[in-house]
Nanobody
Framework: QVQLVESGGGLVQTGGSLRLSCVGS????????MGWYRQAPGKQRELVAS???????GYASSVKGRFTISRDNAQNTVYLQMNNLKPEDTAVYYC????????????WGQGTQVTVSS
């Protein structure tokens, strides 16, 4: 059974930092591209950051320079370091795992709430 479990969300003031973690189980973690998405109330889910199985990273323009995605395949974990947080970063953050070759193998975590107060 595939599981992605996020942690690290919470309430932080503007300018603060949080680090999200997502631990995967039931998958060959190193064969998956990993991504962090977020969904704010009344808005569509959007891609925040991604990292390929080869550790190539990509970022939404709204977070570039503030957020850093990384992965530790030995720990089956992907991280999202979020610095200089802004109120508009408030959302539920979701971890996603997408297999490099088998596109149907696409998995989601349950989400973790990030709230940035002004």
């Amino acid at each position: 059974q595939v599981q992605l479990v996020e942690s690290g969300g919470g309430l932080v003031q503007t300018g603060g930092s949080l680090r999200l973690s997502c631990v995967g189980s039931g998958i060959v973690f190193s064969s998956y591209a990993m991504g962090w998405y977020r969904q704010a109330p009344g808005k569509q889910r959007e891609l925040v950051a991604s990292i390929t199985s080869g550790s190539i990273t990509g970022y939404a323009s709204s977070v570039k320079g503030r957020f850093t995605i990384s992965r530790d395949n030995a720990q089956n974990t992907v991280y999202l370091q979020m610095n200089n947080l802004k109120p508009e970063d408030t959302a539920v953050y979701y971890c996603n795992a997408r297999h490099d070759y088998y596109v149907s193998r696409n998995h989601w975590g349950q989400g973790t709430q990030v709230t940035v107060s002004s």
